[in-house]
C-alpha cells in the first residue's frame, strides 16, 4: 500500500499524526498533499467553519478558547486553526499552537494547529483552506479559524469559512478603525470583546450606525454582540447567534455559498502555482532582469510578458479544443 493511501486512510480513521502531518503538506506547499487532498475530499464539507479575526489585542485567542469550551460541553469535537505570525527566526508560527489556550490542549475532543502567515496572501488562503479540508475529513464538527489581523491575507483566509466573526474592542478605536479597514465588509458577526470595560457602550453604538447605514439592502444584517471572553460572559449568546447564521445559509442554499467558495479556493490554488511557475521555474525574472537593464519600462516589460503568457494560454485552448473534438 502507497504511502498515499496509508496517510488519508489513518485521517479518515482518526489518526491525529496524519492529520498533522497533512496539515504541515499544506503549509509548505508539498506537492504530496494534492495526492492526499484527492484522496479524503469525498468526506469534507461537513464541518462548520468559523472565521475570527479582528485587529490585534482585540482578545480574539481568549474568545476562541472561550467558543471551544463551549462547544465541547455541548458534545461537539472542535478544530481550531491560528494564523499566526511569523518567526524571523525559525519561519515557524511566532505564538504557537498552545500558549493561548492550555485549558483545550488536554481536551481529546479538541485539535489546536497554528499556521504561520509568512506574508503570503494568496498561498496563505490556500493553505489555510487546504489544513480546514483536512481537519473536516477528520471529522470534527466545529472549525475555529482565527486569523493574526485584519489585512487582506486575513480577509482571504477568512473569507473561507462559512460564518465570520469580526472582533473589536473598546478603547483602541476601534469602531473607526472597522469602517475604515472593511472590516464590516467581511463580518456576518461583530463582536464586542472586553464589553466591561469603559467605552463598550459607545463602540456599540457606533458599530450600529455603520451597520445600519451599510447594509439595509443586505439579506442578513450582522448583530452585534457584548461578549467578555475573560469572564465567559455572553458566549452562549454568541454561539446561537451562530446558529441563527448557519440556519439563515441553510434557507439561503448553503450548497451554492460554499460551491462559490470553492471556486474561489481553486482561483487561490492557480494563481500561486502560476506565480511559482513563471518567476522560478521558467526563468521569467532573468528575462524581466535583462530587458529592465536595456532601460525598458517596467510596463512595457509587463506589457511584454503578459502577450507572451497570453499567446500561450491560447495555444493550451486551442489544444484543449482539438483534443475534446
Not at 506537492?31 to 472565521?51: D, L, M, Q, S, W
Not at 467578555?228 to 458566549?235: D, L
Not at 521555474?281 to 532582469?289: I, N, P, S, Y
Request: hydrophobic share 45%; net charge neutral.
Amino acid at each position: 500500500m502507497s504511502e498515499v493511501a496509508r496517510i488519508a486512510d489513518r485521517l479518515l480513521a482518526g489518526d491525529r499524526t496524519a492529520l498533522a502531518r497533512l496539515i504541515s503538506w499544506a503549509e509548505n506547499g508539498d506537492p504530496r498533499f494534492r495526492a492526499e487532498h484527492a484522496v479524503f475530499y469525498p468526506r469534507v464539507g461537513r464541518a462548520r467553519r468559523i472565521g475570527i479575526t479582528g485587529p490585534p489585542g482585540a482578545g480574539k485567542s481568549t474568545l476562541v478558547n472561550e467558543l471551544a469550551r463551549v462547544l465541547r460541553e455541548q458534545g461537539k469535537t472542535v478544530g481550531i486553526l491560528a494564523v499566526d505570525p511569523t518567526s524571523p527566526i525559525s519561519g515557524g508560527a511566532l505564538l504557537g499552537d498552545r500558549i493561548r489556550m492550555e485549558g483545550r490542549t488536554l481536551d481529546p475532543g479538541v485539535f489546536i494547529r497554528s499556521m504561520a502567515s509568512r506574508d503570503s496572501h494568496g498561498g496563505l488562503a490556500r493553505a489555510a483552506v487546504d489544513a480546514c479540508d483536512a481537519m473536516d475529513a477528520f471529522g470534527f464538527d466545529v472549525i475555529l479559524l482565527e486569523t493574526v489581523g485584519v489585512g487582506q491575507a486575513e480577509y482571504d483566509v477568512v473569507g473561507a469559512a462559512d460564518s465570520v466573526l469580526v472582533v473589536l474592542c473598546p478603547g483602541a478605536g476601534d469602531g473607526i478603525q472597522a469602517m475604515k479597514a472593511g472590516l464590516l465588509e467581511v463580518a456576518d458577526f461583530l463582536v464586542v470583546n472586553k464589553c466591561d470595560l469603559p467605552g463598550a457602550d459607545r463602540l456599540q453604538n457606533d458599530l450600529s450606525e455603520a451597520v445600519h447605514v451599510r447594509f439595509t439592502k443586505r439579506a442578513w444584517t450582522p448583530p452585534i454582540v457584548a461578549v467578555s471572553a475573560s469572564t465567559e460572559f455572553g458566549i452562549v449568546e454568541l454561539l446561537q447567534e451562530v446558529e441563527k447564521h448557519f440556519t439563515h445559509l441553510a434557507s439561503s442554499n448553503l450548497v451554492d455559498a460554499r460551491r462559490e467558495k470553492r471556486v474561489q479556493h481553486v482561483e487561490n490554488v492557480v494563481n500561486e502555482r502560476l506565480r511559482i511557475a513563471i518567476w522560478r521555474d521558467h526563468g521569467w525574472r532573468a528575462h524581466v532582469e535583462r530587458e529592465l537593464a536595456r532601460s525598458i519600462s517596467p510596463y512595457e516589460v509587463a506589457a511584454g510578458v503578459l502577450a507572451e503568457l497570453s499567446a500561450g494560454l491560447a495555444d493550451a485552448r486551442t489544444e484543449r479544443g482539438v483534443a475534446k473534438s
